[in-house]
C-alpha cells in the first residue's frame, strides 16, 4: 500500500479496537468488580494477536494483489487464512491472558475450552471478513489511482512526441526554403537545428523543465523562424529573473509563436512586432506571446491565431492533464490588431 492508504488502514484499526476497549470496560463496570486494567488486558491482548495474524496475512498475500481486478480470486486467497486464526488466535491471546493473570497472583477464568474456541472463532471470523473488505477496498482504489496516473502519463507522453515531429517539419521547412536563395544561411539555420535539438535530447522523456530549460529551446526556434522572415519580423523578450525556478511543460511555448509566424507574419509582408514575456502573479506563472498584426477568427474568418492547430490543441490538452484547472491558456483580441496569447500555470518557489 502507498503511505496514505496506510495510514487510512491503520486509523480504522486503531478506531476499531478503541471501540472494543471502551465497551468491554463499560461492561465490565455494569457486571464486575476489580481492577479496571482486566478489560484493557481482554481487548489488548485480542488486538496484539489480531495485529501480529494480519500482518503476516498481508505481507503472504500481497503477491496476490495482481487479481484485484478478479475479486473472488483475491478474496479466495485471503480465505485460506481463515483456518490459521481459528487455530492460533484463541491460543495465544488466551495464554496472553494468562500469563497475566498468573503474574498478577490471579486466575483467568473463562468457559470452557470448546466453547470459548467456537465463540472466538466466530467473532474473529466476523472481524476478518470486515478487516478483509476494507482492505479490499483500500487495494483496489490504490491500483486505480496508480492505473489513471499510468494513464495520463502515456497521453502526455503521446502529446509531446506528437509536437515535437510538428516542430521538425516546420523546422527542416524552412531551411529547405532558405537552399535556394542563401546556402550560407540555409547552413546557418542547419546548425542553429542542430543545437535545438541537442537541448530537445536534454529534456527527452520530460513532462516538465524549468523555465530557462525553455526558453532557451524557445530562443533556439526564435532564430530559426528569424532567418526564415528576415526583416519581416521583431522578437521583443522580457522575462522576469524570478521567473527562474518555475517549472513548464516542455515546449509549451514553441507552438504559441509558431502560431503568430503561420498566421499572421507569413500572410503579410510588412514587418510584425511579437513581444515574449513571461512574469510572476502572487503564486502563478504568466507566459505570453503578443504580436501587433494578428486576427483572431471571430474577428476576421480564417485568420485565427492557432484556436485549431495541433500544437495549441496539444497543449490545452496537456495543461489539462499536468494541472487541471489550475492552468489556463486564453487568446485575446487586442485592438486594433493583434493576438495576446496568455498561458498561467501554477508556480510556487
Known amino acids: ?19 472494543m476497549v471502551a465497551t468491554a470496560v463499560q461492561d465490565f463496570l455494569r457486571h464486575d468488580s476489580g ?10 491482548s485480542s488486538m496484539a494477536v489480531a495485529t501480529l495474524l494480519f500482518t503476516a496475512q498481508r505481507l503472504a498475500t500481497r503477491r496476490f494483489d495482481g487479481m484485484l481486478a478478479t475479486p473472488a480470486r483475491w478474496l479466495a486467497r485471503q480465505a485460506l487464512w481463515l483456518p490459521a486464526w481459528w487455530v492460533l488466535f484463541t491460543p495465544l491471546a488466551f495464554g496472553i491472558r494468562h500469563a497475566v493473570y498468573a503474574m498478577a497472583g490471579m486466575t483467568y477464568e473463562h468457559e470452557p475450552w470448546g466453547q470459548t474456541f467456537l465463540y472466538e472463532n466466530i467473532k474473529i471470523s466476523i472481524f476478518v471478513v470486515i478487516f478483509t473488505l476494507i482492505a479490499f477496498g483500500m487495494l ?7 492505473a489513471n496516473a499510468q494513464l495520463r502519463t502515456a497521453q502526455l507522453h503521446q502529446l509531446t512526441q506528437q509536437m515535437q515531429p510538428h516542430f521538425l517539419f516546420n523546422a527542416l521547412n524552412t ?21 535545438v535539438l541537442r537541448a530537445t535530447l536534454d529534456v527527452s522523456g520530460q513532462q516538465q523543465a524549468p523555465l530557462p530549460t ?8 526564435a532564430r530559426l523562424m528569424e532567418e526564415r522572415f528576415i526583416d519581416r519580423v521583431q522578437i521583443e523578450w522580457d522575462i522576469d529573473a524570478a521567473c527562474g525556478e518555475c517549472l513548464v511543460p516542455v515546449m509549451s511555448m514553441q507552438p504559441l509563436l509558431e502560431n503568430v509566424f503561420k498566421h499572421t507574419v507569413e500572410r503579410r509582408r510588412g514587418v510584425t512586432k511579437i513581444a515574449i514575456s ?16 494578428g486576427m483572431l477568427a ?16 496539444n497543449l490545452r490538452e496537456r495543461l489539462q ?5 489550475r492552468a489556463s491558456l486564453r487568446l485575446v483580441q487586442l485592438e486594433p490588431a493583434g493576438v495576446r496569447a496568455e498561458m498561467r500555470l501554477p508556480c510556487v518557489s
Open 321 to 325: 492533464a499536468l494541472y487541471g484547472e
Open 140 to 146: 483496489s482504489f490504490r491500483a486505480a489511482e496508480q
Open 214 to 221: 525553455e526558453l532557451r529551446l524557445l530562443r533556439g526556434y
Open 1 to 19: 500500500m502507498n503511505r496514505r492508504a496506510t495510514l487510512s488502514l491503520l486509523a480504522a484499526w486503531l478506531l476499531f479496537w478503541a471501540m
Open 175 to 195: 531551411i529547405s526554403s532558405l537552399m535556394h536563395s542563401d546556402v550560407e544561411r540555409a547552413d546557418a539555420t542547419l546548425v542553429q537545428l542542430a543545437d
Open 298 to 313: 471571430s474577428h476576421a474568418a480564417g485568420s485565427a491565431t492557432g484556436g485549431a492547430g495541433i500544437g495549441v490543441s
Open 278 to 293: 513571461a512574469k510572476r502573479d502572487g503564486g502563478s506563472l504568466v507566459l505570453a506571446v503578443c504580436d501587433d498584426a
Open 35 to 44: 481492577p479496571l486494567w482486566q478489560p484493557f488486558l481482554w481487548e489488548s
